[in-house]
Protein backbone atom coordinates (compact mmCIF):
# COMPACT_ATOMS: atom_id res chain seq x y z
CA UNK A 1 0.00 0.00 0.00
CA UNK A 2 1.18 3.25 -0.86
CA UNK A 3 0.46 6.36 1.29
CA UNK A 4 1.07 10.39 -0.57
CA UNK A 5 1.37 12.76 2.21
CA UNK A 6 -0.10 16.57 0.73
CA UNK A 7 1.87 19.24 2.09
CA UNK A 8 -0.16 22.15 2.66
CA UNK A 9 1.29 25.36 0.30
CA UNK A 10 0.98 28.26 2.33
CA UNK A 11 -0.15 29.92 -1.42
CA UNK A 12 -2.88 27.39 -1.95
CA UNK A 13 -4.87 26.27 1.09
CA UNK A 14 -7.75 24.48 -0.78
CA UNK A 15 -4.84 22.02 -2.44
CA UNK A 16 -5.38 19.23 0.13
CA UNK A 17 -9.36 19.63 0.95
CA UNK A 18 -10.14 19.49 -3.19
CA UNK A 19 -6.99 16.14 -3.43
CA UNK A 20 -9.03 14.81 -0.13
CA UNK A 21 -12.64 15.53 -1.98
CA UNK A 22 -11.49 13.23 -5.26
CA UNK A 23 -11.34 10.74 -2.98
CA UNK A 24 -14.89 10.75 -2.40
CA UNK A 25 -17.01 8.70 -5.09
CA UNK A 26 -20.24 10.29 -5.99
CA UNK A 27 -23.29 9.47 -7.53
CA UNK A 28 -23.83 11.83 -11.02
CA UNK A 29 -27.01 13.74 -11.15
CA UNK A 30 -28.34 15.88 -13.53
CA UNK A 31 -30.51 19.04 -11.40
CA UNK A 32 -33.12 20.40 -14.31
CA UNK A 33 -35.08 23.39 -14.01
CA UNK A 34 -37.13 25.89 -15.78
CA UNK A 35 -39.87 26.11 -18.13
CA UNK A 36 -39.46 26.39 -21.98
CA UNK A 37 -36.53 28.32 -23.71
CA UNK A 38 -35.94 29.18 -20.15
CA UNK A 39 -35.50 25.98 -18.81
CA UNK A 40 -31.56 24.93 -18.22
CA UNK A 41 -29.76 22.56 -15.75
CA UNK A 42 -26.42 21.21 -14.59
CA UNK A 43 -24.44 18.33 -13.79
CA UNK A 44 -24.05 17.75 -10.16
CA UNK A 45 -22.41 15.16 -7.42
CA UNK A 46 -23.24 17.33 -4.45
CA UNK A 47 -26.72 15.21 -3.89
CA UNK A 48 -27.53 14.08 -0.47
CA UNK A 49 -30.76 13.11 1.41
CA UNK A 50 -31.55 15.87 4.43
CA UNK A 51 -34.25 13.94 6.30
CA UNK A 52 -36.81 10.97 5.81
CA UNK A 53 -39.14 13.00 8.13
CA UNK A 54 -40.18 15.11 6.50
CA UNK A 55 -38.45 14.03 3.39
CA UNK A 56 -35.86 16.16 1.77
CA UNK A 57 -32.60 16.19 0.35
CA UNK A 58 -29.63 19.28 -0.49
CA UNK A 59 -27.73 20.38 -3.81
CA UNK A 60 -25.59 22.27 -3.39
CA UNK A 61 -25.11 25.04 -6.80
CA UNK A 62 -22.02 27.38 -6.60
CA UNK A 63 -24.02 31.18 -7.13
CA UNK A 64 -22.06 31.92 -9.93
CA UNK A 65 -23.43 29.21 -12.25
CA UNK A 66 -26.20 30.64 -14.92
CA UNK A 67 -28.58 27.88 -13.40
CA UNK A 68 -28.65 29.26 -9.91
CA UNK A 69 -30.90 32.32 -10.52
CA UNK A 70 -33.28 30.06 -12.99
CA UNK A 71 -33.42 27.86 -10.03
CA UNK A 72 -34.51 30.13 -7.75
CA UNK A 73 -37.32 31.84 -9.77
CA UNK A 74 -38.85 28.67 -10.75
CA UNK A 75 -38.96 27.77 -7.37
CA UNK A 76 -38.43 24.07 -8.50
CA UNK A 77 -36.21 21.48 -9.84
CA UNK A 78 -35.81 17.61 -10.68
CA UNK A 79 -32.96 15.64 -9.68
CA UNK A 80 -32.01 13.16 -12.00
CA UNK A 81 -30.21 10.63 -11.15
CA UNK A 82 -27.77 9.09 -13.87
CA UNK A 83 -27.49 5.35 -14.84
CA UNK A 84 -23.96 4.33 -16.46
CA UNK A 85 -25.82 4.36 -20.17
CA UNK A 86 -26.48 8.26 -19.81
CA UNK A 87 -22.41 9.60 -19.63
CA UNK A 88 -23.48 11.94 -22.87
CA UNK A 89 -26.30 13.43 -20.69
CA UNK A 90 -23.80 14.24 -18.17
CA UNK A 91 -21.53 15.32 -20.52
CA UNK A 92 -23.75 18.15 -22.18
CA UNK A 93 -25.18 19.37 -18.44
CA UNK A 94 -21.46 20.68 -17.79
CA UNK A 95 -21.72 22.59 -20.47
CA UNK A 96 -17.94 21.83 -21.22
CA UNK A 97 -19.18 21.57 -25.21
CA UNK A 98 -20.77 25.24 -25.21
CA UNK A 99 -24.30 24.24 -24.31
CA UNK A 100 -26.28 26.56 -22.47
CA UNK A 101 -29.77 26.80 -21.24
CA UNK A 102 -32.31 24.68 -23.32
CA UNK A 103 -29.58 23.10 -25.77
CA UNK A 104 -28.22 21.11 -22.88
CA UNK A 105 -31.64 19.21 -23.56
CA UNK A 106 -30.26 17.96 -27.08
CA UNK A 107 -30.32 14.09 -27.83
CA UNK A 108 -31.86 12.88 -25.20
CA UNK A 109 -35.68 11.83 -24.21
CA UNK A 110 -37.70 14.31 -21.62
CA UNK A 111 -40.40 14.26 -19.92
CA UNK A 112 -42.76 17.03 -17.91
CA UNK A 113 -42.53 16.28 -13.90
CA UNK A 114 -45.13 17.93 -11.33
CA UNK A 115 -42.99 20.94 -10.81
CA UNK A 116 -42.64 22.08 -14.66
CA UNK A 117 -39.11 20.75 -14.17
CA UNK A 118 -38.14 17.99 -16.96
CA UNK A 119 -37.33 14.10 -15.90
CA UNK A 120 -35.41 11.87 -18.16
CA UNK A 121 -36.97 8.32 -18.03
CA UNK A 122 -33.88 6.39 -18.32
CA UNK A 123 -32.61 7.64 -15.10
CA UNK A 124 -32.08 5.72 -11.93
CA UNK A 125 -34.13 7.89 -9.82
CA UNK A 126 -36.09 10.97 -11.06
CA UNK A 127 -36.80 12.85 -7.75
CA UNK A 128 -39.28 15.99 -8.42
CA UNK A 129 -38.82 18.55 -5.74
CA UNK A 130 -39.97 22.64 -4.64
CA UNK A 131 -37.59 24.70 -3.41
CA UNK A 132 -38.08 24.93 0.55
CA UNK A 133 -35.20 26.90 1.35
CA UNK A 134 -32.18 28.76 0.07
CA UNK A 135 -28.82 29.11 2.63
CA UNK A 136 -26.18 30.93 0.88
CA UNK A 137 -22.55 29.80 2.17
CA UNK A 138 -19.35 30.43 0.94
CA UNK A 139 -19.36 30.48 -3.06
CA UNK A 140 -22.64 28.00 -2.77
CA UNK A 141 -26.25 27.91 -2.55
CA UNK A 142 -27.49 24.80 -0.71
CA UNK A 143 -30.76 24.08 -1.68
CA UNK A 144 -33.44 21.85 0.60
CA UNK A 145 -35.66 20.39 -1.66
CA UNK A 146 -38.49 18.55 -0.80
CA UNK A 147 -40.02 15.66 -3.05
CA UNK A 148 -43.22 15.95 -5.03
CA UNK A 149 -42.96 12.98 -7.42
CA UNK A 150 -40.41 10.17 -7.63
CA UNK A 151 -39.80 7.48 -10.23
CA UNK A 152 -37.36 4.72 -10.43
CA UNK A 153 -35.72 2.41 -12.75
CA UNK A 154 -35.15 -1.20 -11.94
CA UNK A 155 -32.24 -2.90 -12.22
CA UNK A 156 -29.53 -0.11 -13.93
CA UNK A 157 -26.14 0.32 -12.64
CA UNK A 158 -25.26 4.09 -11.03
CA UNK A 159 -22.90 6.41 -12.84
CA UNK A 160 -20.25 7.38 -10.55
CA UNK A 161 -17.52 10.01 -10.52
CA UNK A 162 -14.25 9.63 -8.91
CA UNK A 163 -10.62 11.16 -8.93
CA UNK A 164 -11.72 13.73 -11.57
CA UNK A 165 -13.63 11.09 -14.01
CA UNK A 166 -16.57 8.72 -14.73
CA UNK A 167 -16.84 5.82 -13.52
CA UNK A 168 -19.62 2.32 -13.40
CA UNK A 169 -19.54 0.12 -10.68
CA UNK A 170 -17.96 -3.54 -11.34
CA UNK A 171 -20.66 -6.50 -10.79
CA UNK A 172 -20.49 -8.13 -7.96
CA UNK A 173 -20.73 -11.89 -7.25
CA UNK A 174 -21.77 -11.39 -3.57
CA UNK A 175 -22.95 -7.99 -1.65
CA UNK A 176 -20.45 -7.26 0.99
CA UNK A 177 -22.94 -5.94 3.71
CA UNK A 178 -26.55 -5.36 3.94
CA UNK A 179 -28.14 -2.52 5.80
Known amino acids: MTVAEVI ?22 VVTTGRGESRT ?6 VTSLSMDPPALLVCLNRQSSVSSVLLEHGAFCINVLASDQL ?8 RDGSRGAARYRDATWQQMPSGALGNPGA ?13 RHSHTILIGRPKSVVIRDRAEPLLYWHGAYRML ?9 A
Open 8 to 29: PDPTDETRGFKTAMRHLAAAVS
Open 41 to 46: GLTATS
Open 88 to 95: HIAEHFTG
Open 124 to 136: LALIDCELEEAID
Open 170 to 178: SSLDRVLTT
